[in-house]
């Protein structure tokens, strides 16, 4: 500790002696937070983790004792799903529709919102507020509706039938936040591209949907998330063909009781999904919570 | 190439933007629209790109009726002065990006743009995204789009309102050499009668939506048609004095009068000067006194502005030199009659100060 008593100049000049005492005091600080982030992320992550567990065991070690970690560990369930088609049809028929509802909701979103972030006209406020005002039904609402009138108009059991009826809840979000990104542009842009001759939709898609592609990027995001996480409805206007895979999971009671290990996979690969496009747009996501109204 | 614009006027809302107002542009010429802020400088400029359509009138390119018809088939090209250039694209593209809806060749295209970005001295900057640009790399951006369209009708709105002092001076010296090789008709928004000066060419100056007059930019600043034209081009604003005419002199108060011009009559008028003629000393013999308060004195560096109160008008002098002087204190200023501008008290001209009449 003598070394401390030296000329000024010297601390540069790195020395064990000298670090010691700033690394001690950085080491407690840093012990609490690591405590706190353990614990968090352990009641984060136990769930998830008990998921995979179980996907990965049989159904014998499931109902039989408690173990931490698969003893026998077995792809088995991961197989079962990917070859038998009442199962991987369920994942099929869900992207399906999810991604046809992303397509319509931001075909139709972009330009409404164009609309509304530069025009006016009568009662574009009032009707800004009213489209948002969808969002506040809960879906169970429009089930029956929806049940009734796709029956009558043929289109029960059908793709098209669950993207369009998510249509009613992904497209006003997806114009309220388009909308604040679309805003955030200045108006001038527009009639540059104008005055340099580009037509309408030459303008919007070489030069304005770059500008936003954050916005579309997260308008996307909210309709996938939405469209993929719903339940209700994609289920009431479903039986056979279009059965999505959260309605399969709800079935699978057989015979022979509950397949555990086997739904703890379909609970698995249903996730990835939305851990893929939550990464994607990871970056984008505080921006698009702020709805663009920055 | 003439642009004209036939009685055309500007209502949005009820509200009269623009009063009708008539103008005809020739090729090759630069135009000056010259007013404060909310004069209708860019309602007019909008008018003319065909981005709003009038409520009235009808606006004629080269004789042909263009009221109406889309922007993108005017072949006009404008500058905003905010900057605004696209972002996704970089600077080369932005500069290519109309003659690519032209439909040249690359070659064409590859040589006119490296010519523009010379012009610019934008060259090293070509591969960047205009946002990692400054800002007058930016506005030059834009001007360089503006340029390449070759364009008949070029719209400059304030291009050098946001730039700094020394990129302004340059800008503004290199703009009328630039454009006046292309021939096309240009119009030029500013609030500062000085960059109205030094562009040359015509000037039309613009009080709430009218064109008070229109004409070669030193006869106007010589010979204002009103006292409205007379403010807005003289900066500070122009000073006036009520004085009165009778039996061939002109009454400035206090005792001291003046030779009145001729063909004034008898009555009231309003006599007007500019800033810069105002001075602390006499220094002509034939100079006329004032007895001022000095509200306030501003000092530039090298001029100092000085605010005084004369009978219920506030004057502004432009003062050569740093000069001390106490707020409050009665002053006295000196004013040479040979620049005194005689409007009647309609504010119509009557007589221009006999210094320009000699110019």
Known sequence: MTDTAQAPGAATIPGRVTEAPVARRRRLPVKGSAVVMALYLLFLMLPLYWLLNMSLKTNAEILGSFTLWPRNLTLENYATILTDPSWYQGYINSLLYVTMNVVITLTVALPAAYAFSRYHFMGDKHLFFWLLTNRMAPPAVFALPFFQLYSSVNLFDTHIAVALAHCLFNVPLAVWILEGFMRGVPKEIDETAYIDGYSFPKFFVKIFMPLIASGIGVAAFFAFMFSWVELLLSRTLTSVDAKPIAATMTRTVGASGVDWGVLAAAGVLTIVPGALVIWFVRNYIAKGFALGRV | ?359
């Open chain 2, 1 to 359: 190439m003439t642009l004209t614009l036939e009685n055309v006027s500007l209502a949005v809302d009820g509200q009269t933007h623009i009063h009708p107002t008539d103008l005809a542009l020739e090729a090759g010429t630069m135009n000056v629209l010259l007013g404060p802020t909310l004069a209708g400088k860019t309602s007019l400029m909008r008018l003319m790109a065909g981005l709003d359509v009038p409520t009235t009138g009808r606006i004629l390119w080269q004789g042909d009726d263009v009221t109406g018809m889309r922007v993108q088939d005017r072949g006009v090209a404008m500058v905003y002065q905010q900057f605004i250039n696209y972002p996704s694209m970089t600077v080369f593209e932005n500069i290519a990006s109309p003659l690519r809806l032209l439909g040249k060749s690359k070659d064409e295209i590859a040589t006119a743009v490296d010519r523009a970005a010379a012009l610019m001295r934008l060259t090293p900057f070509l591969d960047r995204k205009p946002l990692e640009l400054s800002g007058g790399q930016q506005q030059r951006c834009a001007l360089a789009r503006a340029l390449v369209k070759d364009a008949g009708l070029v719209l400059l709105d304030e291009p050098l309102a946001n730039l700094d002092y020394k990129l302004r001076e340059e800008l503004r010296a290199e703009i009328p050499n630039i454009f006046r090789e292309a021939g096309s008709i240009f119009v030029y928004a500013t609030t500062e009668p000085e960059e109205a000066l030094l562009l040359g060419g015509n000037v039309a100056t613009l009080w709430e939506g009218r064109v008070t007059q229109f004409g070669p930019t030193p006869s106007v600043y010589r010979k204002p048609v009103d006292a409205t034209t007379a403010r807005v081009f003289s900066d500070p604003p122009m000073n006036f004095l009520d004085v009165t005419v009778a039996g061939g002199r002109v009454d400035y108060g206090d005792g001291q009068g003046a030779a009145a011009p001729a063909g004034a009559a008898d009555g009231a008028y309003r006599a007007g000067f500019r800033p810069n003629h105002l001075d602390l000393s006499r220094h002509t013999e034939t100079a006329l006194a004032f007895e001022c308060d000095l509200a306030v004195t501003e000092i530039t560096g090298s001029e100092t502005f000085v605010h005084l109160d004369h009978a219920g008008h506030r004057w502004v002098g432009l003062i050569h030199g740093v000069r001390e002087l106490t707020p409050g204190a009665r002053t006295t200023v000196y004013l040479d009659p040979a620049h005194v501008y005689l409007f009647d008290a309609g504010g119509t001209l009557v007589a221009p100060a006999p210094y320009a009449e000699a110019a």
